[in-house]
């Protein structure tokens, strides 16, 4: 397993998929401090710094490091049939389990530093724009990473179902840019709109039942998307209190949200296993030629 991970680490780190899509990202997310800062918007208070650090980990950050985790994974063994790399490596007194674990392995630690790389920025854009970096603001961080993480770990077993199922790495290039497209786009858009109409498209519309509908749908019917999950967990990390009008918002913590969350939380824990099982299954009756 050591010698797979470290063969697929160093080549991972080489492929231009990974640094095109963090440089994408950075494009992206760097802009976004600049224009606050430009603007004179300055962040006094960890309370504001971290609101504002998960909204563009979870937002920009996550949804192109969750394109890298599903590309990775998807052409992580029919790239290397195609190469013929396999064969030579299965020729090895390599086991099928401890080849592919190895690989799983790597592709984890490079989705990690992509995840410490956006945390980073973010954190040093927030102080940048003169916000306290205190304990708290380290905290949320680890936490949040963490529930990231899951949610990669997540994706890369998928892509691997689909490099596992598909022989041609360029058509599962395709199916998972398409998949990103209507699984993780246009589903949760239809997903709103069912919230919607089953509450506020009506004569009485009601906000707190659509974002309790809201919460249910989505976890109902997007339990297949992890960044939903991971929303849906945030979301619950602050809380409005007062009337309406005079409404005070409260950062209570990422903890308080997964407290209150445990069936998405445990969605972010146990698919990757049942991922990563229909995968290693896969990979065990591949015919490697």
């Keep these: 397993m050591l ?7 160093k080549q991972s780190l080489r492929t231009k998929k990974l640094w095109v899509i963090l440089g994408v990202m950075m494009l992206l997310y760097i802009p976004t401090f600049y224009i606050q800062k430009t603007t ?3 962040v006094k208070s960890v309370q504001e710094a971290v609101s504002i650090l998960v909204g563009s980990v979870t937002g920009f950050g996550g949804f192109f490091i969750a394109i890298l ?9 029919n790239g290397e049939i195609e190469k013929g790399t396999l064969r030579v490596a299965m020729s090895k007194p390599v086991k099928r389990l401890s080849y592919i674990g190895g690989k799983f392995l790597a592709h984890t630690l490079i989705v990690l530093l992509a995840l410490i790389l956006t945390t980073f920025v973010g ?3 927030l102080k940048w724009l003169g916000a306290p970096i205190e304990g708290k603001l380290i905290t949320e961080s680890l936490l949040l990473n963490g ?10 077993a998928l892509g691997y179902i689909l490099s596992t199922t598909i022989r041609s790495s360029s058509t599962a290039l395709g199916v998972a840019l398409v998949l990103v497209f209507v699984a993780f ?8 709109y069912m919230a919607a109409k089953d509450t506020v498209l009506n004569n009485n519309p009601d ?7 809201s919460r249910e749908y989505r976890t109902r019917y997007l339990f297949y998307d992890p960044l939903e999950q991971i929303n849906i967990i945030v979301n619950d990390a602050t809380e409005v209190s007062g009337e309406s009008g005079r409404e005070k918002v409260e950062y209570v913590g990422i903890s308080r949200g997964i407290a209150k969350n445990p069936i998405n939380f445990g969605i972010l824990i146990g698919l990757p296993f049942v991922y990563l099982a229909a995968s290693l299954y896969r990979f065990t009756r591949m015919d490697l030629r």
Aim: aromatic share 8%.
């Design 207 to 213: 906000l707190n039942a659509f974002r309790d509908k």
């Design 147 to 156: 529930l990231l993480m899951l949610a990669m770990v997540q994706l890369i």
């Design 3 to 9: 010698w797979g991970f470290e063969l697929e680490f």
């Design 185 to 192: 786009m246009i589903m949760p858009a239809i997903v709103q």
């Design 69 to 77: 985790a599903l590309l990775i994974g998807a052409t992580a063994i």
């Design 40 to 42: 004179g918007v300055e």
């Design 123 to 125: 954190v040093a854009g």
